[in-house]
């Protein structure tokens, strides 16, 4: 299955480009296997030594927030898109 996966603000930067096409079974398995593409870890980057996500990032799945579903444990499906969406700051 296919699943889209989107970066946007300094991630965009950081991984090279906007959007990329990966499989996974789980919110956790696409975005490890974005390591291939990337040739870094998405996981070292997003997550906390403890394996959770870093408090001033979010992942949504869908335009869902992961959190509000299983976390990165949360099934995909063929044609999900993930969005990785950094810290904004201003004001």
Do not use: R
């Amino acid at each position: 299955m296919n699943v889209n996966i989107n970066f946007y603000g300094p991630l965009e930067t950081w991984a090279g480009k906007k959007s990329f096409i990966t499989k996974g079974n789980t919110v956790y398995e696409v975005l490890a296997s974005l390591e291939t593409q990337i040739g870094k870890s998405v996981l070292e980057h997003l997550l906390t030594d403890k394996g959770d996500l870093k408090s001033h990032f979010h992942i949504l799945l869908n335009g869902l927030d992961i959190e509000a579903l299983n976390g990165l444990k949360t099934e995909v499906k063929d044609g999900d898109v993930i969005t990785c969406v950094p810290p904004v700051g201003g004001g």
